[in-house]
């Protein structure tokens, strides 16, 4: 399955926030999408999945927009996993990654054996089976986020979106996380789009990269094409040392110091505010 993304505009009322953004995604492909705070990543990814309509421009799943596809077809296609979600509910964590299997019932049908084994499956996978029977309201935030994950990949999707996926995981289950993703794109050809906060993870996991600035891309290709110094310096006002493995081909930044006007204006105030005591 191949994804476009077509001369996309969105606005907020008359407030511009993506502009022009075109891409494509293949199949078997693991993308990061990576910008400052309010650059337009989650928005993009709710474009991508249906949620939002862009003013300007389409998505497309396989030439198809995905303005014509129903629904149930599209959530069968296409899943995704928000940083925030309203898990209020009172329901066992089981149940909540059953609502995966929402797009094969038909309706008001009951789950079948086969959908419960596949909840089992991939909640095994995302080591929250031992969770199942606990309310979604009693465990932490780290370990929902996996049970979101465990959601969304129920849906056997082709296309898996993820928002900052490992935003509330100790570092362990981060690289848990990102490793289980990883395989699921190299073994079953999964697509990804994942926007990730840490710039070491998008490097390391990422096939490809997409850098957002103000709406617009600023960058799209390998890792050590996009996360470059200049980049880096003009869209997150920092000075970085970049190390580069030959053997495994990883990318490691490392951040020296934090730049720019403004910046250097906050600096001056909490300098002068220190030196009065």
């Known amino acids: 399955m191949r994804l476009k993304v077509d001369r ?13 953004i ?37 998505v497309y799943l396989d030439c198809k927009r995905i303005s014509e596809l129903d629904p149930k077809e599209l959530a069968r296609e296409l899943a995704i996993v928000p940083q925030t979600a309203d898990l209020s509910f009172d329901l066992k964590v089981f149940d909540v990654v059953m609502m995966g ?59 898996l979106l993820l928002d900052e996926p490992t935003s509330n995981l100790d570092v362990c289950y981060q ?32 096939d490809k990269i997409i850098l957002i600035n103000g709406g617009r891309i600023k960058g799209i290709g390998r890792p050590i094409e996009v996360l470059t110094k200049e980049n880096l310096r003009d869209v997150f006002k920092i000075e970085a040392k970049m190390e580069y493995d030959q053997d495994s081909k990883s990318l490691t930044i490392i951040p020296i110091k934090t730049i720019g006007q403004e910046l250097e204006e906050r600096r ?10």
């Open 8 to 20: 996309v505009q969105f606005y907020y009322e008359a407030r511009k926030v993506l502009d022009e």
């Open 175 to 206: 690289i848990e996380i990102m490793n289980l993703l990883k395989e699921l794109v190299e073994k079953l050809g999964l697509t990804i789009i994942c926007a990730i906060h840490d710039l070491n993870l998008a490097a390391r996991y990422s």
């Open 268 to 277: 001056s105030i909490l300098s002068k505010a220190l030196e009065r005591g």
């Open 22 to 58: 075109s891409f494509e995604a293949g199949e078997g492909e693991f993308i990061g999408l990576i910008g400052p705070n309010g650059s337009g990543k989650t928005t993009l990814l709710k474009i991508i999945d249906g949620i939002l309509r862009p003013k300007v421009g389409s």
């Open 101 to 159: 299997r929402y797009p094969y019932l038909r309706k008001l049908s009951l789950e079948r054996e086969i959908d419960e084994e596949k909840v089992r499956f991939w909640m095994k996978l995302t080591n929250t089976l031992h969770l199942a029977e606990r309310s979604i309201k009693e465990i932490s935030g780290g370990e929902r986020q996996r049970v979101l994950i465990a959601r969304a990949l129920a849906q056997e999707p082709r296309i």
